[in-house]
């Protein structure tokens, strides 16, 4: 028995370690679109433990106070439970919060250090709350006088003379969860404690001036306790002085203050959200470890036009950064995040090169500007794909960002305040160090992996064909529930947050597995998904919408193999039209020197892995179908020369990997200066490579004997180098290939399903020798294993997903750049390849009872 054989044998014959029921079983062959694993038994837990986790810091930096949240969704849990959470056996202080302020808890939240071990922690559910003492780390404050009265306002602003606002005389401060303020109230009303809604930490505090200004100021503090309830009782001037507790330490003036919003407007200049109809502010949350507020802007009267704005603002225990999300209720052409600009002053500016559209950069303000004259500094976080400018004005260093959306649009930031007598930072470098960690922070996120007991009585069940069937209709239908439909024309791209584009994942590898499913299962609401989706795209005259051929994107060719599907099944022509148009486009992509295809246009002379898989089993199949003679030949030659291009550029002849990108110019900053390729080794990329290469073989005829051992030569090539870099314990693969101890490596689940069907569909074709068949099935084992998560209500997600990696524009193919980009669950570049595997693999188990 080979090791690979023990381990798999151990993995899928095991008892359940947290519970147990047998529900992937063949009764459920039924055509049902809801999925075969059911509420009401996923719900009986067989324990208290509800989950296992281990977090690991992915950063060369100790990362204290680092927040978990973890959704009763992915716990299995349908609805709010009393929760204990433990690391090391010993209780770690928990909450239970509404992140997506919808008025409903929906998941645990916790605070972790993170050194530089992993941390396992344990959640179990309790038959009630457990009664345990936890010290408060945040509040949220909000409070009036009543009992005095409102008289006409003895110095109100000077715009505001004769207007009728007040200022309200005696009374006592009352806390409230809610406040409105009335038509006259304007600020120094005297009628707000402190002038509108606070928010703190154990490291900071900060206030929002709920009128006209709308600026946002800081109470430096110095004591870990919650004090904002305390501050302002005795009136408007004693917290400028510095208390025990510490002091208002920022002059905000006409600034949008320490991280306020406004928008340019159409002279280009700022405008600060003044002319409401209303101003509403409450707390939406006012735990332990996470505080928030809400403030809702009704008839916001701007430059643009007349509209309400939603502004939610949360801290958690440990932090100084407070978190803005934004929300509009029509299109605005920008928002804008800034920081006081103070006399004397040195601005500061993250990197905006170096890194992609989903990491986080910053702008900042350093300097001796706190009110007590010590050194203080601001700064504004914000993801480098949603700023359109940075810029200042005489009183303002601002970030200039694009709300995106559907019906709402939404942008978000994160703003902080470091004051030398709470942090000890006191220079400008140990403050830089300070942003560019808490960048890191934003950008790279814990790595988590999450074993439940719901999602264990699944995966822990003996693996048969019938289970790799229902695995990928129950992951199917989830995403039929979830968002699969949404792709059509004018729909909506949730991830991407834009309308969707004709392109390689969800028009076309997304659809192409649930038409395979339908052909697996004969249940027609998969098949029709490519009539849905992809076909929406193609109108009578067969025009492609979302579309554009002198792109040259070899991203666009992949829904080709659907049109052709569609074609097929419908006989309608327009679908061929359509096909024939992305046929054209490969007639005149721009190539290498020696013939390879660039990737894109605007990627000029470069060579990208993933390309084979975008542009050679379209091409296959189309010249297979509709190509004769000399044409059809010169089509099969030159996808096999393009497999054969692909590797004598981008194969490393040591490990038998193969880099992502090659530059033949050898000028992109990406690309060695004597080789062209880029520098790492990306799991994803290797695992396009291998199911284009057992895809195109469907097509190449049996009598092109010197084509087929090419490709069978590659694949038998590759099913060796693989294996090489398998996860002996897991049988997954890392996100860098080759790395699996470095610093911040994940195990990845869109290249584990991409090398699991390529193994078990080389299998099942007799391209590979049998003996692959424990490396198959240990890879799809450890697909579900570490990768599947079943929630209460039966649907599956699909999670460690790296959700895109590329080459240039700020992505440098560096070791980091992949650690950077962000993990997500349910995107179609994993949903596709996870169906198609577990389809492949139900062929093989079936060959080998």
């Known amino acids: 028995m080979t090791l690979k054989t023990a381990l798999l044998s151990k993995r899928v014959m095991m008892g359940t370690v947290l519970g147990s029921s047998l529900l992937l079983t063949a009764c459920q062959e039924q055509s049902e679109l809801s999925t075969p694993l059911q509420e009401s038994e996923t719900n009986t837990l067989g324990s208290a433990l509800v989950a296992k986790l281990d977090i690991v810091n992915p950063s060369s930096f100790k990362r204290p106070d680092e927040p978990i949240y973890i959704s009763y969704y992915d716990l299995g849990l349908s609805q709010a439970a009393a929760l204990t959470v433990k690391t090391a056996e010993q209780v770690v202080a928990s909450q239970a919060v509404d992140v997506d302020s919808d008025g409903e808890l929906d998941g645990v939240y916790f605070i972790v250090d993170l050194n530089d071990k992993p941390i396992e922690v344990t959640i179990t559910r309790q038959s009630k709350q457990p009664l345990t003492k936890q010290t408060k780390r945040v509040q949220a404050d909000l409070a009036h006088k009543e009992g005095g009265e409102w008289q006409p306002h003895s110095r109100p602003p000077k715009h505001q003379i004769g207007t009728g606002k007040k200022e309200y005389v005696g009374g006592r401060f009352k806390n409230v969860n809610e406040l409105t303020p009335p038509a006259y109230y304007t600020d120094h009303s005297n009628w707000i404690r402190y002038e509108g809604p606070g928010i703190e930490s154990d490291k900071v505090g900060y206030r929002f001036y709920l009128d006209w200004r709308n600026g946002f100021d800081i109470f430096g503090k110095l004591t870990t306790k919650p004090v904002l309830h305390t501050v302002g009782l005795d009136g408007y001037d004693s917290y400028h002085d510095k208390e025990d507790w510490g002091m208002d330490i920022l002059k905000v003036g006409h600034s949008l203050g320490a991280g306020g919003f406004g928008l340019i407007n159409e002279d280009d200049q700022l405008e600060h959200v003044a002319e409401v109809a209303s101003r509403t502010a409450r707390i939406l949350d006012n735990g332990d470890l996470r505080a928030s507020i809400q403030i809702d802007y009704q008839g916001w009267t701007n430059s643009y036009q007349q509209q309400n704005l939603t502004a939610n603002i949360s ?65 504004v976080f914000f993801k480098k794909g949603d700023v359109i400018d940075v810029r200042q004005d005489k009183n303002n260093y601002l970030a200039v960002l694009k709300p995106k959306g559907h019906t709402t649009q939404r942008t978000d930031y994160y703003f902080a305040s470091v004051w030398q007598p709470e942090s000890g930072i006191s220079d400008k470098e140990s403050f830089i160090e300070y942003l560019d960690q808490q960048a890191q922070r934003l950008t790279i996120k814990p790595r988590i992996t999450l074993h439940t007991t719901v999602t264990a009585k699944q995966t822990t069940q003996k693996l048969n064909a019938v289970a790799a069937i229902n695995w990928a209709r129950a992951l199917g239908n989830s995403e039929l529930q979830r968002k699969t439909l949404s792709y059509q024309a004018n729909g909506w791209d949730v991830n991407r947050k834009r309308t969707p584009k004709f392109e390689y994942d969800i028009i076309g590898l997304q659809p192409y597995a649930y038409y395979q499913l339908g052909v697996a299962t004969n249940e027609q609401v998969y098949k029709d998904v490519i009539t849905q989706v992809t076909g929406s795209f193609i109108d009578q005259q067969g025009k492609i919408s979302a579309y554009k051929q002198s792109n040259y994107n070899i991203d666009n060719i992949p829904p080709g193999r659907n049109l052709i599907q569609l074609y097929q099944d419908t006989k309608q022509p327009q679908y061929l039209t359509a096909a024939k148009a992305l046929r054209e486009q490969l007639h005149l992509q721009p190539r290498t020197s020696q013939g390879a295809f660039w990737h894109k246009n605007k990627y000029q002379h470069q060579v990208w892995l993933d390309g084979v898989y975008m542009g050679m089993p379209f091409l296959a199949q189309y010249a297979s179908l509709f190509e004769t003679g000399h044409q059809q030949q010169e089509s099969f030659a030159e996808v096999v020369n393009e497999f054969k291009l692909t590797r004598e550029a981008l194969r490393d002849p040591k490990t038998g990997l193969y880099y992502h990108g090659w530059d033949e110019s050898k000028q992109q900053t990406w690309a060695d200066k004597q080789t062209g390729v880029s520098a790492e080794f990306w799991g994803r990329g290797m695992g396009w490579l291998a199911m284009a290469v057992v895809d195109v073989l469907d097509y190449i005829p049996a009598q092109n004997t010197k084509q087929r051992a090419t490709l069978l030569a590659i694949v038998n090539e590759l099913a060796t180098d693989i294996a090489k870099v398998q996860d002996a314990e897991t049988g997954t693969w890392w996100q860098v290939l080759d790395k699996p101890s470095a610093l911040g490596n994940y195990q990845e689940s869109t290249a584990t399903a991409m090398f699991a069907y390529f193994y078990a569909k080389a299998l099942n074709n007799g391209y590979i020798n049998i003996d692959y068949k424990d490396t198959a099935l240990l890879a799809y084992q450890g697909l579900l294993n570490q990768f599947a998560l079943v929630h209460s209500d039966g649907t599956v997600s699909m999670t460690n997903q790296c959700y895109v990696a590329g080459l240039g524009f700020g992505r440098d193919g560096s070791y980091h750049y992949y650690m950077s980009e962000p993990v997500s669950k349910n995107d179609p570049k994993g949903n596709g390849p996870f169906i198609l595997a577990s389809l492949e693999v139900a062929k093989l188990l079936t060959k080998l009872d």
């Open 315 to 379: 801290m958690h225990g440990g932090s100084r950064l407070a978190h803005v999300q934004l929300s509009t209720d029509k299109d605005l052409p920008n928002l804008v995040a800034g920081v006081v600009k103070h006399p004397d002053t040195e601005f500061i500016q993250g990197d905006l090169d170096a890194m992609s559209n989903y990491g986080y950069s910053y702008i900042a303000s350093w300097g001796k500007q706190s009110l007590d004259k010590s050194s203080l500094g601001m700064a």
